[in-house]
Antibody, heavy 112, light 112 residues
Framework: EVQLVESGGGLIQPGGSLRLSCAAS????????LSWVRQAPGKGLEWVSS???????FYADTVKGRFTISRDKSRNTLYLQMSSLRAEDTAVYFCARWHDYWGQGTLVTVSA | DIVLTQTPLSLSVTPGQPASISCRSS???????????LYWYLQKPGQSPQLLIY???KRFSGVPDRFSGSDSGTDFTLKISRVEAEDVGVYYCMQSLQFPLTFGGGTKVEIK
């Protein structure tokens, strides 16, 4: 059974950094196309970043240069390193095995 | 960027009645490989999105056959033949033909 479990969210001050993790089971992270998608409170879905099985990465313009997607084969885990966080980054962050399975999300709140 | 415009914004449906949601793309989602990269998701209240339809018209595993997807050029439609109480939530279309990946604004479906 495919499962994705996010962790690492929390309250962080503007300008701070945070690393989100997405522990996967039922499939191999390093062989999969994976993505991060976020949802601001009461809003729709916004794509953040993706990584191909080849390791090629893609970012939304709103996070390019501030966020880094990566994966750990030994831990079968996907990561999203977020830096220079802004209030507008406040959202629930979902990881997903593109296109089918999504985790339950982790809330990131950027506030002083 | 590819813009996806969903209509209507909301829908109130009597159980057992049909429902239809439209998603119009600003450009073709047909790849040279013959695949149409349009997906439909349902986000039930308090949950993460779940895949309903992939590649415009293919029903994902476990999705009831009352859900169907169709396309006509850049116009895509999700149909529910007989709405049930468990179908409430927000429906999103999403394109993955090119980066940045983009979502429609969502259609909220409620039961009368």
């Amino acid at each position: 059974e495919v499962q994705l479990v996010e962790s690492g969210g929390g309250l962080i001050q503007p300008g701070g950094s945070l690393r989100l993790s997405c522990a996967a089971s039922g499939f191999t992270v390093s062989s999969s196309y994976l993505s991060w998608v976020r949802q601001a409170p009461g809003k729709g879905l916004e794509w953040v970043s993706s990584i191909y099985s080849s390791g090629t990465t893609f970012y939304a313009d709103t996070v390019k240069g501030r966020f880094t997607i990566s994966r750990d084969k030994s831990r079968n885990t996907l990561y999203l390193q977020m830096s220079s966080l802004r209030a507008e980054d406040t959202a629930v962050y979902f990881c997903a095995r593109w296109h089918d399975y999504w985790g339950q999300g982790t809330l990131v709140t950027v506030s002083a | 960027d590819i813009v996806l415009t969903q209509t209507p914004l909301s829908l109130s449906v009597t159980p057992g009645q049909p429902a239809s949601i439209s998603c119009r793309s600003s450009q073709t989602l047909l790849h040279s490989d013959g695949t149409t990269y349009l997906y439909w998701y349902l986000q039930k209240p308090g949950q993460s999105p779940q895949l309903l339809i992939y590649e415009a018209s293919k029903r994902f595993s476990g999705v009831p056959d009352r859900f169907s997807g169709s396309d006509s050029g850049t116009d895509f439609t999700l149909k529910i033949s007989r709405v049930e109480a468990e179908d409430v939530g927000v429906y999103y279309c999403m394109q993955s033909l090119q980066f940045p990946l983009t979502f429609g604004g969502g259609t909220k479906v409620e039961i009368k």
